[in-house]
């Protein structure tokens, strides 16, 4: 069994940063990658950011591209994203979500476990 436990969100002024959280327990080891999603009221979940475990490779989508960085801890089973200069359109649930795949990463369909997610609003 796999667990993924997303913390960190909140409420926040546009322009302002939050770093969110993921800690994973379980068989962790089988993860090739880890990703963060997002889904906003209405909207379809998407892709922002994934890690490789192997090599640490990072991959953005554009619109967060130079704003938001994806990290992570293998020792303590972490996985992190910081967020800066954060607007109003970020404004959703992010999830944390892992994957034993390593081709197709910013399809949510290509991962196998997720977490519950945690909330964020940015005001304008």
């Known amino acids: 069994q796999v667990q993924l436990a997303e913390s960190g969100g909140g409420l926040v002024q546009a322009g302002g940063s939050l770093r969110l959280s993921c800690a994973a327990s379980?068989?962790?080891?089988?993860?090739?990658?880890m990703g963060w999603f997002r889904q906003a009221p209405g909207k379809e979940r998407e892709f922002v950011a994934y890690?490789?475990?192997?090599?640490?490779?990072?991959y953005y989508t554009s619109s967060v591209k130079g704003r938001f960085t994806i990290s992570r801890d293998n020792a303590k089973n972490n996985l992190y994203l910081e967020m800066n200069n954060l607007k109003p359109e970020d404004t959703a649930d992010y999830y944390c979500?892992?994957?034993?795949?390593?081709?197709?990463?910013?399809?949510?369909?290509?991962?196998?476990?997720w977490g519950q997610g945690t909330q964020v609003t940015v005001s304008s």
């Open positions: 379980g068989r962790t080891f089988r993860f090739n990658a």
């Open positions: 890690i490789r475990q192997s090599g640490g490779d990072t």
């Open positions: 979500a892992a994957t034993r795949n390593l081709f197709g990463l910013v399809a949510a369909s290509q991962y196998n476990y």
